[in-house]
């Protein structure tokens, strides 16, 4: 339980870099685990590419083979090669040249059984580097691009920390979320108290109490955006319904988020007994 509020502190601390590291985790278990989806996956793409090259070099062979009127077969053998793989591979004619000016190289045949052998020798090779690859081979990491897919904002609320739901990054409207958290979660305690804040945001904003930050001005919830940036860039709709996952999470690990924030869950911060019954099962069947 403990490594589990581990988890959340740094969730909690830094979101978009929970994110970023738990997907990268994801990615690669996913890729590595026991199925070897990775190796799977590199061996079937490289018998495309197998297949597909050796494809070209007979396509190429026949043309050539045909064209009588011809002397310079195999410039024209590499010209039909690079174009039967435009789809498949980058390759440029020009890396070819190498090739076209070796003197031995005259007869067609010869030049696609050489082809043919060293493709299978080299399809063998890497082959046996398959079992022992891992992600780093990739120019962009996997995890990084599927990150960016579902990215969105990463604005906290100032009161709560909840994450915005918005899924564009920098978007003009207000920031906005549909179920604030307890304000303890941030380890917000009531002025000149060492007690928690189980209160939402969304039900406080409703109420005529005051809040201030980092020993500002003292500003009715009521009028929060007169807090300025970024308090006043949120849209915080009142809403006094709390889910079921927090009131299970705060009485569930009260005792380190205590310790975290060096205060407690008493007088104003007492937590309902209620809270208490939820259970786990309860509580995360609500977040499907
Ligand atoms: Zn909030
Ligand atoms: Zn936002």
New binding site residues.
Partial sequence: EQENFEYFKSYLKRPEEFFQKYIGIQVQNYCLDGSRRLEKLLDSSLNNLYQNILSAVSVSTQIVKDRKDREDKVSLWLDEFCRELTEVINLPRSDLKGIEHQEEVTDIEFLSRAMAEALADLRKRLMKEFPGADLSSFPRQPHTILAEHFSG?W?QCPFCGAI?T?TMQD?DAD??LVFHRPRALMGTTWHGTDQLVIDICSSLVTSNLKFRFDNGKWIPYKRYRDAGPPASTWKILPDSSMQAYWKWFVSHFRKQLEALYNAKFQGKGEIPEAWGRITKQEALSELD
């Fill in positions: 904002c604005a915005c918005n978007h920031h906005q």
